[in-house]
């Protein structure tokens, strides 16, 4: 894979990504892209909360990069690339942020290592979805990283009513 042909998937998956988007939140995103690059496992924590709010705390102080100099910087590790994920990590009316989170195959145990090591990376575009937005409403694109009082407001709603109507459903059946 040459480094014009990374940057192509790269692109499709940019594509795919403001289509889940623009499909599953009410924000206006700009279409100025910015991104940081991370590898998976530099996020601590044993359980999903404690990986997110790390996931926060290190890409808030990561440097934002254009789409050249992240394709630049993620060839140098292609031949070690698994897994390549674009989420959208911090979107505005200026500026969007975009994710590039990358899983090595270094990182496999070493029978997978030997039957994946000569696979091209796969790409994948992902948002996640807050509880409350799972019966498919819109949701604040940016609700991992603080979200604000909109994402505040429809947390308070989802635990008082939602969460406990379907605690006291299932004690009544």
Same mark, same amino acid.
């Given at each position: 894979m040459t480094q014009n042909d990374l940057k192509d998937h790269i692109k499709i998956n940019i594509t795919s990504l403001l289509q889940l988007v623009k499909t599953n939140c009410w924000n206006t995103i700009s279409p100025d892209l910015f991104f940081i690059l991370s590898d998976f496992n530099e996020f601590e924590g044993t359980n999903s909360l404690e990986r997110s709010s790390s996931r926060n705390r290190i890409n808030n102080s990561k440097m934002m990069l254009t789409l050249?100099?992240?394709? !630049?910087?993620?060839?140098? !590790?292609?031949?070690d690339l698994y897994d390549v994920n674009l989420y959208m990590f911090r979107a505005n009316k200026t500026e969007t942020i975009v994710e590039i989170q990358y899983y090595r195959k270094s990182n496999f145990e070493t029978d997978y290592f030997a039957a994946i090591k000569d696979n091209q990376p796969m790409f994948h575009s992902k948002i996640e979805i807050p509880v409350y937005a799972w019966d498919g409403g819109k949701f604040d694109v940016n609700w991992e990283s603080g979200g604000g009082l909109h994402h505040a407001w429809k947390i308070f709603l989802w635990r008082n009513f939602l969460y406990k109507r379907k605690i006291r459903d299932k004690k009544l059946k």
């Open positions: 050249d100099s992240a394709v !630049e910087n993620l060839y140098k !590790e292609l031949d």
